[in-house]
């Protein structure tokens, strides 16, 4: 009887997962053609027609990196006149104050300070200094491509375009982990892009996102929203039936925790701001009027957080009782070495396998695309092997701890 | 905001598509290796009715005649690939229990056949006589019973020649039953017949060497080749 049950559930998941990876990839290839003409023919523009621009920079405690982040800005390919960057210091206690004042006299940039409340509180501190057409913010770990705020600002074209987001990749990746990001981060990219395509974004990164003016005005400042007030601001635009887009190669690229401690933290940090923020906005789920974002994209996000438990549960369930029946078989004859057997009739050929196969092949056209969208050199690399092999591993332990906190109600802290 | 609710429908249509190919393939390989097991056990069938044919033609037949191809060699293979079924299916799956079913009287047959050349010819024939007979239980109710399959299993790898003939009790057969009532074999499992003696509870690969002596001649007749071919290949080595 339990056999039946978890195998009728695996089932259904298994048809959800599949039915999300085909719609996605129908999405993608159904749009991408004519996005990649329109996007070929904004390039060239006038630089009269350029809107302007503020980046808003919050640093908390960021000496070491916050320098890299404003030479970054200041590259830009824009004209000057247009752009403006807001740094604010949130409290810092370390040098960040310090080092941040050799552009005391820049004109392109000012200075702010204030006492310590909360990325999102300094970065609506900033907002009362600006008036400019278009508004981003850059967290001072990432820094950006010189051509990034051109390509997203084509985009502003469209007068039903509130908000653009760019395409995140990983800052000189190294090791496992680096390079296990690297490729989650590419794949991102063409989720992303789909999102974009389904009208469904529902987050505006912190590195680089950026939005029309008028959207604060209209929907007001940015919120705590359980320490992922980038998720919440683009909820609350899509709940206001405000267009967000996306420019794949619009790069920024932002330094990714290295040890295994601070990406749990950071992704714990993640997925719980995205259960608080969905339980929310639950209101948007399988409801038509939210399109595609509360009929197929949310639902699925807030499935694959489930899913991915329940694979890893019982993938750790079937670990230990194949342990303890090799234990046995130690215990009562020995350890003994049986050789390989590879007679066909051995072959798994459950339903599921095939299922997976289907599901895996599904996966590499999609790492393949997000390569190409993300320009990498490679259709195919090391850290896609990695990113296949080990994040299946990864996340259940960030999002098993993220749905115990929602739970027994413990917040996260940032760091 | 717009919805394709055409584009979800088409969608669910491929899912399904792919779904149904999924499980269409499994039917077909997993119908595949039923056949696969039904070939093996006409093809043991054949092998047993001519052995048996053989030896009631010749009732003459000189002992040295019968080879070590006198007893199917492929009934433990069988044996592997049915408990894989079973495990696979379930122990309830209809066609596993016929299949299980038909095992069960054709290792009858092989045992009985087996006691025929050992009557007749002694134990020295055949397979030097070594068989286990082994009863088991899927329902629960057996908690030594998978220890006891690692024993036979190691057993039957260790010493080829040893046959290993296994039963599940509770298997509806009559034929079964009768070869239960025969030898007087009770509920107490697992129980394992060694020369007309029935042992009850779990016995180790020890106890089983004590109850077969046979594997311990075959241990020695092993250790005594072995030393031989290391002198061999040390002598060689020298010259």
Excluded at chain 1, 46 to 68: G, H, Q, Y
Excluded at chain 1, 378 to 406: C, E
Excluded at chain 2, 16 to 25: D, M, N, R, S, W
Excluded at chain 2, 65 to 76: M, T, V, Y
Aim: net charge positive; with cysteine; aromatic share 14%.
């Amino acid at each position: 009887m339990m056999h039946l049950v978890s195998e009728s559930i695996t089932y259904i998941i298994l048809f959800f997962a599949l039915y999300v990876e085909v719609f996605f990839l129908i999405t993608y290839f159904e749009f991408r053609e004519a996005d990649f003409v329109k996007n070929a023919t904004g390039q060239g523009r006038n630089t009269s027609k350029f809107p302007s621009v503020s980046i808003i920079v919050p640093v908390w405690n960021e000496e070491t990196t916050v320098l890299k982040t404003i030479f970054s800005l200041l590259k830009l390919n824009y004209p000057k006149d247009k752009l403006s960057i807001f740094i604010v210091d949130d409290g810092s206690i370390d040098d960040t104050w310090r080092i941040i004042q050799r552009f005391s006299r820049n004109k392109q940039i000012k200075l702010l300070r204030k006492e310590n409340g909360g990325k999102y509180t300094a970065l609506n501190y900033a907002l009362e200094f600006i008036n400019s057409d278009l508004v981003g913010c850059l967290d001072a770990d990432s820094f950006v491509h010189p051509e990034a705020l051109k390509r997203i600002v084509t985009k502003f074209d469209d007068n039903e375009i509130m908000a653009v987001t760019p395409s995140v990749k990983i800052f000189e990746p190294r090791g496992l982990l680096g390079l296990i990001q690297k490729a989650e981060y590419i794949f991102g990219i063409f989720l992303r892009k789909v999102f974009s395509y389904l009208n469904a974004l529902y987050i505006t990164p912190g590195p680089f996102s950026i939005f029309r003016r008028s959207v604060f005005d209209k929907i007001g400042g940015y919120r705590h929203a359980h320490n992922t007030e980038d998720m919440e601001i683009a909820m609350r635009m899509q709940k206001n039936n405000m267009k967000i887009g996306n420019v794949h190669n619009a790069f920024i690229y932002t330094i990714a925790p290295t040890s295994l401690v601070t990406l749990y933290k950071q992704r714990l940090r993640w997925v719980y701001g995205f259960i608080k923020n969905a339980i929310d906005y639950r209101s948007m789920f399988f409801r038509p009027q939210y399109g595609n974002l509360g009929m197929v994209v949310l639902p699925a996000a807030g499935f694959s957080v489930l899913s991915t438990i329940y694979f890893f549960g019982s993938m750790i369930f079937s670990w230990i009782n194949s342990l303890i029946l090799m234990i046995k078989e130690i215990s009562t004859v020995g350890l003994s070495f049986k050789g390989f057997n590879f007679d066909f009739f051995y072959f798994n050929t459950d339903i599921i396998v095939f299922i997976s196969f289907v599901a895996i092949l599904g996966t590499f056209l999609i790492i393949v695309t997000s390569r190409g969208l993300a320009e990498e050199k490679n259709k195919f690399g090391f850290d896609s092997i990695l990113f296949l092999m080990f994040y299946t591993m990864l996340a259940p332990i960030w999002m098993t701890k993220a749905i115990y906190n929602v739970v027994f109600a413990q917040k996260t802290k940032w760091r | 905001m717009e919805i394709s609710w055409k584009k979800y429908a088409y969608t669910f249509l491929i899912t399904a598509v792919i779904f149904i190919t999924a499980i269409y393939l499994s039917n077909y390989f997993s119908q595949k290796k039923i056949n696969e097991i039904k070939n093996i056990e006409s093809r043991i069938a054949v092998d047993i009715l001519a052995s048996e044919t053989q030896f009631s033609l010749l009732s003459e037949l000189s002992c040295r005649d019968i080879g070590s191809s006198f007893l199917s060699k492929e009934l433990a293979i069988l044996g592997d690939k049915l408990a894989y079924t079973e495990q696979n299916r379930g122990s309830d799956d209809a066609e596993v229990l016929n299949l299980k079913k038909y095992y069960s009287l054709l290792q009858i047959k092989d045992f009985l056949l087996m006691q025929k050349v050992k009557e007749r010819c002694g134990s020295n024939q055949a397979n030097n006589g070594l068989s286990v007979m082994y009863f088991y239980s899927n329902e629960g109710d057996c908690s030594d019973c998978e220890k006891e399959g690692f024993v036979l299993t190691k057993l039957r790898s260790d010493y080829p020649e040893l046959r290993v003939y296994s039963f599940d009790y509770n298997l509806d057969l009559s034929t079964l039953q009768t070869l239960v009532s025969v030898y007087n074999i009770e509920n107490k499992l697992p129980a394992i017949l060694i020369n007309d003696k029935v042992y009850y509870g779990f016995k180790s690969v020890d106890d089983m060497k004590k109850a077969l002596p046979m594997l311990k001649e075959i241990d020695k007749q092993k250790a005594k080749e072995e030393a031989l071919k290391a002198k061999q290949s040390s002598s060689t080595k020298s010259i």
